[in-house]
């Protein structure tokens, strides 16, 4: 049985960012996952934030443009609140592209990656597979998702909160939209979170998220109903892709690292409770997950994973949890259009454009740790 010191599960952004950094530090590393093909499933729409592109080298031919303006509307569409920045404050990203790109860096970088293995447990360090052999790995990098089978076999915490996204991927010609992030709050076709409206200079991304048990017609009606009449696109005849899934909105998890592994990405709960956003906290989370396996795996001592603690990193989500709450307080469409115009207000729009273009993100990589972890293992 192949003996490795870091098997991977899930070959997202997390994981193939996170085995890249540990396969660069010299670490034997493999990573598996159930789909044939990147391309397959996608689930997010592939928004970055200006802090993830000023602190991450991403291609720049796999971005779309700039994006300046965002517009809030509330249920009867009329009035939205324009807010705009004097920066690009997001750009969308070809996703099957950008995994790709990750794919082919951790695969440079010395890690192992196979698609079409299905993980299926772990015991006793023997992890078995569908479509492969079993192995033995010194430690496991949980990055499967909201709702990680690797979180429940090393039994660490589980996400328990969410809301479930949809999403419609439209073809448009070139230059024929202007960049702009369209946010309709409306709790009959999002009940809890928004409708959006963003493109990349080449697709229209239209979705809708919400509670589960408030979207009684069901998602795929909320979101086709929505699609045909949503601000800032004119859909042709029909998508070109569907995408969808859960979202883990209740913070980062807390317990996410035992002596057997640790979470990264939507596994960590690490999307920020209000925004839904996911790539930001997915990086930085895999930069210090990575910094704290390498370390413990070099030293051998349990007080390295001390360092990826689940209760610190959820300090800087405390606003963002609350604001959370009263979002999901927002039952019905007059509730919305008043919320709405109580944000067009000086205070209302400061507070909104904090949450929109604002600098604040987490984690950082202790510096200490991270130099204790660049040196490869003995």
């Not at 928004?47 to 991450?56: E, G, M, Q």
């Amino acid at each position: 049985m192949r003996t490795v010191d870091v098997l991977v599960v899930g070959a997202g952004l997390a994981g193939l960012r996170t085995a890249c950094l540990l396969a660069r530090r010299g670490l034997d590393v493999m990573v598996v996952d159930r789909r044939r093909s990147l391309s397959a499933g996608i689930r997010t729409t592939g928004i970055f934030v200006r802090r993830t592109l000023d602190d991450f080298d991403m291609p720049e031919h796999l971005l779309g443009p700039g994006v300046r303006d965002v517009l809030l509307y509330p249920p009867s569409r009329r009035a939205p609140i324009r807010l705009t920045s004097d920066r690009d404050e997001y750009r969308v990203a070809d996703m099957a592209a950008v995994y790709e790109h990750a794919h082919r860096a951790a695969e440079s970088a010395g890690a192992r990656v196979f698609l079409g293995v299905r993980y299926v447990d772990a015991s006793r360090g023997s992890v078995r597979f569908v479509g492969a052999e079993p192995v033995t790995a010194r430690f496991i990098v949980g990055a499967d998702g909201a709702r990680s089978r690797v979180a429940r076999d090393l039994g660490l915490d589980v996400n328990r909160r969410f809301l479930v996204g949809a999403e419609l991927v439209y073809p448009i010609a070139p230059g024929t939209t202007a960049p702009a992030f369209h946010c309709v709050l409306d709790p009959r076709i999002a009940p809890g979170y928004l409708g959006w409206v963003i493109d990349d200079g080449r697709h229209a991304h239209v979705g809708v998220a919400g509670y589960p048990n408030a979207m009684r017609t069901g998602i795929r009606h909320l979101l086709d109903a929505f699609a045909a009449d949503a601000p800032g696109t004119t859909p042709p005849a029909g998508p070109v892709e569907r995408r969808g899934g859960p979202i883990p909105v209740g913070g980062v998890l807390r317990r996410l690292a035992c002596p057997a592994g640790l979470l990264v990405g939507d596994a960590a709960g690490a999307v920020s409770p209000l925004t839904a956003g996911g790539l930001d906290p997915c990086l930085r989370m895999s930069e210090l997950a990575a910094a704290v396996t390498a370390a413990y795996l070099r030293t051998g001592d349990q007080r390295m994973l001390s360092q990826y603690d689940g209760n610190a990193l959820r300090t800087r989500f405390r606003g963002r949890l609350l604001l959370r709450r009263a979002f999901a307080g927002i039952r019905s469409p007059a509730a919305a259009e008043a919320a709405v115009t109580a944000l067009r207000g000086r205070a209302g729009r400061a507070l909104t454009a904090r949450i929109l273009f604002g600098d604040g993100s987490f984690p950082e990589v202790n510096p200490h740790l991270a130099d204790l972890a660049i040196d490869h293992p003995d």
